[in-house]
Structure formats: C-alpha cells, structure tokens
DNA sequence: TAGCATAAAGTAATAAAGCGCTATCTTAGA
DNA sequence: TCTAAGATAGCGCTTTATTACTTTATGCTA
C-alpha cells in the first residue's frame, strides 16, 4: 500500500505540531516560516492554512501539545515516589528526559517568552509556568512539613533557585548545542540544589 | 546652537547601539528592524547602512559593547571585595544592577543564544558566557581554598547553579514583564545559594 | 576672518527577496 | 459520487540593502 498522502484533519495538525516541535531542535522558533513547516511534512505552504486559520494558531497547538505533555509527565513523575523530596527528584528527572526527548522544548518555550506582545501561545506559556512553580513548591511545602526540608528555608527562593537549576543547565546546553550536556549534568545539579535547601544531618 | 543632525561615523554608531538596547527592554530582539532602529534615532533606515555594512554588523556591535560593560562591572566589583565569596557577591549584585539599569540585556542575550546559526554575534555571546563562567569558577575555588565553601563542593556544579540562580530570575521576570522582580528577589535568592555552598559553621 | 571647496552624513526612493495568507482548481479516498 | 485534503499561483505587505541626490560641518586659503 502506498503511503497515504491526503491525512486527515486531526492527523495533520498532529504532523504540524511535531514538524514545528522538531524544527525549533535546530533552529530559533522565531525564524520558523510556514513555508519550512510545510517542507518538512512533505506538503505545499498554503495547505497548512486548511488546518489552521494563521500561523499563531499553529504556535497556539504546539503550546498546548508541549503544556500537556509536561504536566502530564510531572503528574506520573510525582505518582511514582514514596517521599516529597523523591517526588520533586523525580519531576526534576522526568522534565530532563523530556527536554532529552525533544531538545526543542527549551527553545520553543524560551523563544514565546522573549515576545512582550501578549499572543494567546504566551499566555498559555505564562500559564504553564505558573502551574509548573505552583506544583513545585506544593512539593516544597510537603517535603518542609516533613523535616525533610530546613524550617527557616524560603519556598518561593526555593522554587525559583529549582527552576533557575534547569535554566542554567538549558543555557549551558544552548551553548554548547548538544542538549545531551544536560542530562549528563542534570544528577549532579539536583545533588547540590538538595544540599542548599535539606535540613542538616543530626 | 540648535541640535547637530549630522553626528560623527563614532557617535552614530554609539547612537544605534545604545537604540537596540533601549529597543530590547520592551521587545523580542528577533522582531527589531533596521526601520525601527532608525526611527528611534530620528533618523532614515537607509542612514544606518552608512555606519554598518549590514544588519547583522549592527548586532555585532551591540553585543560588543554588552560583553565589555559586564566584565568591567564583574572586575570592579571583584576588586572592592575583602574575601573570595564576598567578591561573587559583589559580581552577582554588579549584574542585577546592570539588568536594572538595562533591562533589555536578558533578553537581548538570550535572543542571540536562540539562533543556531553561528553568527559572529553569537559567537561574541559564547565567548562572553565563557569568560563569565571562568570568573565565577575562580572566585569559587579561591573560596573553597579559603574553607569558605564546602570542601566536597563540585566547582563546575556551584558555577552552573550560579548562572542558573541569575536565569530563574529572569525567566521570572519575563513573565511578570518587570524587571524590579530580579531586584526585590536578588538578596533572597543569593542567601539561598549561599546555604547551598557554604561549609556548615562549626 | 569671510568665503568656499570638499568629504562625509543624511534623505528619498526603490529594488529584490521573502513573508503570511487566499482563491481557484485538482485529486485522493470513504 | 462527492467531500475534504492538497496543489498551484499569486496578492499585498514587510524587510534588508542600494543608489542617486541633498545637506551639513569643517579645514584651508586669500
């Protein structure tokens, strides 16, 4: 059987998504141009404008493909451990091998970030990141209820300091442009995040 | 004397560069154009290809000037400073001031490490964040000589959490759209890094 | 020191290329 | 057979860069 050519709706815009997703692996999301998106999924430039009626819409189902995707992952990440400490390690680990998975994430989301113009893809990048702290200190304030924290440590410099973890290991990364630095960094980083905000041993 | 309209080759360039600064602070670096540019100097797009042979010339010149400010800032802060970890933290606040006065400076950074192209612009970037790295290191095990730090501290590990201390800053920054976060957030967030490195009191 | 020649800075218009998007026709597949 | 996906071609707009012309500043000479 031949290779379908004529996808579905659903389908292609899938395609797109990845497509878009892939390209920012190599490239500045803000350089992307629809006639690249389309070469890539193998169709001419104007047939995208079938499945989506402009090119933000399309920026707003990769946001929203890569939101799930996280929140997703975090969510399973967070299931799977016995101790608050172990759940934020484990949501840290699942959020490296993401970025492991597709290097483009950084980028992309870096890249709607450094836009000041509220699009509706910034909005939902505000948005995921919002939810993403919020879930981190939720684990915070559980690991710090537990003893396993310092009592006078400070959440919120806590969470940024987790994020900042990440950030630093992403720049890192960017450039020297193998994201493969990041995983093999990414044990040692959580190593010293723990000993700044674990209560000292007995 | 009415103002000069017709400045020097120099103060031109001087001019453009401290424009894409100013430009930077409310807007993706990605989307400036050389129109945009030349407006804000009062001036016609075509006049700043008297001064630069090309688009990309400019943002050369721009991130030039970029690196040579902060590496001044980083040496005088590190000369005023009584021990090694006092000096890092006279860099680390030498830069927050840099953003505040300048709060174009993150993204403007962070724009040129999103290309992958390497543009002599990017490069300038890598060399730069490779020379601030290297002064973070130094003043890092200066201190871990010093017994300021602990002794089983991994150096590259503390030099990546710095950079990324500055980064989570920033990313949140980003998102709330004002720079006065980093500010209010520095002294916090440098106690916290702090607690991470230091060696426990005896 | 007035006047002028000249080099350099700036203007205005436009070329060339690339962008997002659309209208119209063609074809694959249920 | 008929509908929805895709191809083709091109429109209107923006962007960088160039060109031909004009204005400003300055140093030199009488």
């Known amino acids: 059987m031949p290779p379908k050519t004529h996808l579905t709706a659903e389908q292609r815009r899938e395609k797109t ?11 500045d999301p803000a ?7 389309a070469k890539r999924m193998k169709v001419t ?4 404008f079938r499945h989506f009626v402009s090119k933000d819409a399309i920026w707003e189902s990769v946001i929203g493909w890569v939101a799930k ?19 934020l390690k484990a949501m840290f680990f699942a959020h490296i091998e993401f970025i492991r998975e597709r290097p483009g994430i950084p980028r992309l ?15 939902m990048v505000r948005q995921l990141l919002s939810e993403y702290r919020k879930s981190v200190e939720k684990q915070l304030i ?9 009592k006078d440590l400070n959440i919120e410099m806590a969470a940024t300091q987790y ?7 992403v720049i890192q990364s960017l450039l020297t442009g193998d994201m493969q630095y990041i995983v093999d960094q990414a044990p ?15």
């Open 17 to 27: 998504v990845a497509a878009v997703v892939d390209l920012c692996a190599n490239e």
């Open 31 to 37: 350089s992307i141009t629809t006639t690249e998106i």
């Open 45 to 48: 430039q104007g047939a995208l």
């Open 69 to 87: 995707q996280i929140m997703k992952r975090l969510e399973r990440a967070k299931n799977d451990a016995a101790t608050p400490l172990e759940a």
């Open 109 to 123: 989301l870096l890249g709607q970030l450094q836009h000041s113009r509220s699009t509706p893809a910034r909005l």
């Open 142 to 150: 559980s690991a710090q209820l537990d003893g396993e924290l310092r």
């Open 163 to 169: 994020i900042g973890m990440i950030q630093g290991l």
């Open 188 to 202: 040692g980083a959580f190593e010293v995040f723990c000993q700044g905000i674990c209560a000292p041993p007995e």
